[in-house]
């Protein structure tokens, strides 16, 4: 099992430009989410999903979008990158089974917006 | 929001001395969770304490939570090197709008 993997690993944008974070789960988890982690600063939800072809809003949702075509995929878009979304974004997945909701995260990908 | 804070912000100890973080939280939860952060890597789940539980412990890991001060600590017993991280408290519904703390730096001094 490869767990949770994130593609690309490092980035660098200009502003305004656009790309795609991809994330995927071996686990046949239902629930995937996203979140940004700033330098000292703990994780803030930008956005989730419950089950394929469902998405919700997290803390920090503006200038993100998301979707979840397939369960095992779960990708976030930047569509017009800012040198505020300047971050390390983490993926993470989680079951519901035992109502525990422990969540398993990727490696991360470090996102520069010049 | 939910969320959570850790206490302290930093902590700095020698080998196989204890450690106790904090963490306080603002609404109703089900669960609570801590989790490790090795530098520049990936969140790693540590233990969790379900809303009805007022201790857990697991090898070296003992938590508390208390709902009525809507607080909970992590204690590590006997610290080691391979200690040294940050740890983070989180909280969620029922999976849903998780919400993680600061975090507490651990550095374990051999």
């Known amino acids: 099992n490869a767990g949770v993997t994130?593609?690309?690993?490092?980035?660098?944008?200009?502003?305004?430009?656009?790309?795609?974070?991809?994330?995927?789960?071996?686990?046949?988890h239902e629930y995937m989410y996203w979140y940004r982690q700033?330098?000292?600063?703990?994780?803030?939800?930008?956005?989730?999903?419950?089950?394929e072809g469902t998405t919700a809003k997290g803390e920090v949702?503006?200038?993100?979008?998301v979707s979840r075509l397939k369960k095992q995929n779960f990708l976030l878009g930047l569509e017009s990158a800012a040198p505020s979304q300047t971050s390390v974004y983490f993926c993470a997945s989680s079951t519901s089974s035992g109502l525990t909701y422990e969540q398993y995260f990727g490696p991360g990908t470090r996102l520069t917006v010049t | 929001s939910q969320q959570g804070e850790e206490d302290p912000q930093a902590l700095s100890i020698q080998e196989g001395?204890?450690?106790?973080?904090?963490?306080?939280?603002?609404?109703?939860?089900?669960?609570?969770?801590?989790?490790?952060?090795?530098?520049?890597?990936?969140?790693?789940?540590?233990?969790?304490?379900?809303?009805?539980?007022?201790?857990?412990?697991?090898?070296?890991?003992?938590?508390?939570?208390?709902?009525?001060?809507?607080?909970?600590?992590?204690?590590?017993?006997?610290?080691?090197?391979?200690?040294?991280?940050?740890?983070f408290c989180a909280t969620s519904i029922y999976g849903q709008n998780f919400v993680f703390g600061p975090g507490t730096r651990l550095s374990v001094l051999p």
């Open chain 2, 17 to 87: 001395e204890n450690a106790t973080m904090n963490c306080s939280y603002k609404t109703s939860i089900n669960n609570l969770q801590w989790y490790r952060q090795n530098s520049g890597r990936g969140l790693v789940h540590l233990i969790l304490i379900r809303s009805n539980e007022r201790e857990k412990h697991s090898g070296r890991l003992r938590v508390t939570l208390d709902t009525s001060k809507k607080s909970s600590s992590l204690l590590i017993t006997a610290s080691r090197a391979a200690d040294t991280a940050s740890y």
């Open chain 1, 6 to 28: 994130q593609t690309p690993k490092f980035r660098v944008l200009k502003t305004g430009q656009s790309m795609t974070l991809l994330c995927a789960q071996d686990m046949n």
């Open chain 1, 61 to 65: 949702p503006d200038g993100y979008n």
């Open chain 1, 38 to 51: 700033d330098p000292g600063m703990g994780l803030r939800l930008i956005h989730y999903s419950v089950g």
